[in-house]
């Protein structure tokens, strides 16, 4: 569920500023506040400018809707988009030069035509400024251990599973600054390329000349990695090459769609992996979900610095699954999942709902935000 908090942005764009004008303000205050999203709303007679900060949608400004038009324009002169066609979709990317900082960063756009005009959403891009890494992710000590021994494991696979927006791109971009430490061949296959990490190869899938996951697996494997980051296992063809590729001597690191660790077994097997290659060619699967930390200028409270919404940054939540020899027995015995899951409890692996648990106790957390994340 989208919940749409209305904390108080301290942004104002004042009546008579120019369409232009107003669209660099609203760009360098999500860019300075890290935003991940910027919503641009036509209304009934306004225009509403909506950020998403720490994974909830905030309402920033309400703008005459006399900017819009030119807004949108603005917005389609930078993506190169078609600045005539207003009742088709249109999807793009530009380079913003953000003033505060004086540095370029990329931006994601997608227009569509609504009832009230043409919406706009902005996906910021952190680019080289992002430098998460694997400590800061807010893993336990235990699972991070487990993650970075099969970082130096020669070939299986590292899957990473949650929904839309549980941060599953920064993990696996925090794993591959570890490897790129290494004297390794590492390369990527992306849609898109969100983040530019020198010293790795990235691909970007290209559906348009013919580049999609399946046959860019098979040009990549000629290309004598040691690593392959494929952004996402979303069919059939895809899990069966990854599967073989990470059997024959590489590291392949990917995503899945499930909604807990062991989820991803039943998952592989419904894309047509067999139970055996599965046992065999998976080594950790991470699920995970982000929470809000509280603010640390207010304790909680409420504050300018976080809008008064007393949080402030995001952490994880996650379980990791290590799949040691007894597991792969069962998972390619096709066990039951209860009798699997049991096992994996037994050898140590602590659910989200645990890891969520320990977050609230330790203060970093709050009940009622693990509750809206997770759903409970």
Known sequence: ?????????????????????????????????????????PES????????????????????????????????????????????????????????????VD???????????????????????RTTNLSSLGFSPDDEAVVREALTRNQGMILVTGPTGSGKTSTMYAMLRELVREPLSIVTLEDPIEYAIEGIRQIAVDHRHGINFGNGLRSLVRQDP?????G?????????????????????????????????VTRLNDLGIDPYLVAHTLSVVIAQRLVRTLCIDCDGMGCSRCFQSGYRGRTIIAEVLEIDDELRAYIAARMPMVEISRHARLKGMISMRDHAAEKVEWGATTLEEVKRVLDL
């Open 107 to 129: 931006m994601r756009v997608s227009i569509i035509p609504t009832h009230f005009g043409e919406n706009a959403v902005i996906r910021i891009l952190a680019g080289g400024r």
């Open 1 to 41: 569920m989208t919940l749409l908090y209305t904390y108080a942005m301290q942004l104002t764009i004042k009546p008579e500023t120019k369409a232009a004008e107003a669209f660099d303000i609203i760009i360098d205050y999500a860019v300075t506040h890290g935003a991940s999203d910027v919503h641009i709303d």
């Open 226 to 230: 040691d690593v392959i980051m494929v």
């Open 232 to 264: 996402e296992i979303r069919d059939k063809e895809t899990a069966q090459i990854a599967t073989n590729i990470a059997l024959t001597g590489h590291l392949i690191i990917s995503t899945l769609h499930t909604s807990d660790a062991l989820g991803s």
């Open 45 to 104: 007679g306004s225009l509403a400018v909506r950020m998403r900060i720490d994974g909830v949608l905030t309402h920033c400004v309400t703008v005459s809707s006399s900017l819009h038009t030119e807004m949108i324009a603005r917005i389609k002169v930078l993506a190169r988009l078609r600045p005539d066609i207003h009742l088709l979709a249109q999807d793009g990317r530009f380079s913003y030069a953000e003033r505060s900082f004086g540095a370029s």
